[in-house]
């Protein structure tokens, strides 16, 4: 369907007809052409269907007013009023680096938006200002919490991201599950296996099944850890923000029963709150990791957002790769 | 050698003994003791040797001029003039504490400190003051980066810590090794092995003999997860705040070329930000979570915190177990 430019063009024009502003059509298209690009497609081309079927049920508000409550020139909250999840999340981080350059921090908890794709991807837009970002969100029941035979929590990202002096920005963006849920969802589409080890089938059984895994539970990283880690996030992004949480998020593909209200929490910082060096001292922290013996068959120790960074670079030259489900997805709702 | 308020007395005088004043004798007292009472002695007083090996080498300041310099009304930095890191830590949580409660926010660097024992001590103490906190601190050596075959980052626990509207505090403290470096250094001396998969000698292979571990490598949760949230804590307690970082924190055990300079980074926020009734929906939370169905063998779900909070109600009954070797220690170190 063409080059990045090309597919954005016509994902907006989607958007458009599904009754969204230019201007969140725009902020959508390209958060999606984003996922595309820096090799997640599973944040990307894959949900378009699901973000217009939900605006068709009035569960995603196409024109959403979306009020942001000021608290103190650091700290805002942002009612998404259901907006599309991409909305929310722009709105929100425009708004902590506006209050981040005002005062050194900002702090913005969004409440009633949906799924916004990738938690780097607005920490990208931190860094670019030269600011330290925290992203925090929380998703639909995926990860069962230690002890339990039940999935409650999202796959919950920590993302964190600092400027570091050079054009290459270091995104850490970590689901706390072993496997992220998009890509079990790009291999049940595909009829493709699931790696050992990584999910349980919904009677505790360990699967390689991925439409099994999708009913089951994915296991989170280092046991109890991961599960504290996801835990931590439904706190931070649910419970503070006044979003759903524990286990009250509507999974948004095949649960239409109402709006996701998710929560999403923005922590942004100046790097040179303490010291005056931190471009320096950052310089530095890298090239002495970067020195370091390697083990055998490794060229180079990246550091997070490396490898997406080459990757963004080198599709932004090709054509976009689009499965012929997605394919056609995207020609029904264009013929709309 | 007797109950948790007879040796914290008896660490008191130790450290009374080493030229610390009368307060932060009992400050660090009161961490160490903290530690054993939790269940982790290895940041106990199997540490208190070092401590006044460090203190009678100069490295740690038993007097030290600790400045607190003021950002904004949220946000301050502490040059700990390397004090020992119980007190640098108990300043740090106190100021963020106290900005916290001006504005809602309490942003704290602290460079120039050292190991200041368990991040959940300070977590706790901003929680038990209605508080949620952050606690970031990095460490020594042990952990080496993904693709590196040399160990760089610290052990550099994530800690998170909320109110839960009961008396038990959510303390998720985390760190991103598989097992603890205090854990190897304590079946070090007993003689004792590591599990498996969990440590490489320092040729890069797997072993199970904890001398061995010491002088190799630990292994991070979750590959390069674990090493992403080691490098993430280390730029925002190290490079962020002036402490040490990219593997310059000297291991207090073996390193007596210098002070440690480690860095702490503490971030608190009032619940009630947004919403004003976190205490509910945190309770509401818990509920839900508590309330899933369980794996065979699963009696009850924790949160974070808990096992510690019963382990520490138990163990202020009894006396405190301490092995021959430290016995010894302490014994010297009181003589002196």
Redesign the interface.
Known sequence: MGNAKEVEKLVYKIFLKHGMSSNHSKISAKAIINAELIGAPSHGLARLKMYCDRINKKLINPKPKIKIKK??S??S?VDANNSIGFVAGEVGIKQAIKNAKK???G?V?I?NSGHYGLSGYYAEQAVKKNL?AFCFTNAPPAI???????S?FGTNP?C?G?PTSNKIP?I?D?SVS?INRGKIRVAARNKKKIPEGVALDKY?KPTTDALKALAGVQLP??G???S??A??V???S?????GN???KVKDPFDDFSGPQNIGHLF?V?K?N???GN?SQ??K??IK??KR????KG?K?????GENKFRRHKKNLKRNIIISKNIRKDIEILNAK
Chains 1, 2 share one sequence.
Do not use: Q
Request: proline share 6%; glycine share 14%.
């Open positions: 608290i103190s650091s700290i909250h005062t050194g921090i702090l908890g409440k330290i069962a919490p230690f002890g339990a035979r039940k409650l920590v964190f600092t270091f850490f970590s072993i505790g990283i280092a109890f850890r991961g504290g880690f835990w931590m439904d706190i931070l649910g419970v503070l923000t006044g949480h524990g286990g922590f910082l790097p709150l303490f010291i931190y001292r950052i530095e922290n002495r990791i370091l013996p390697k083990i490794v180079e120790i990246l550091y997070p």
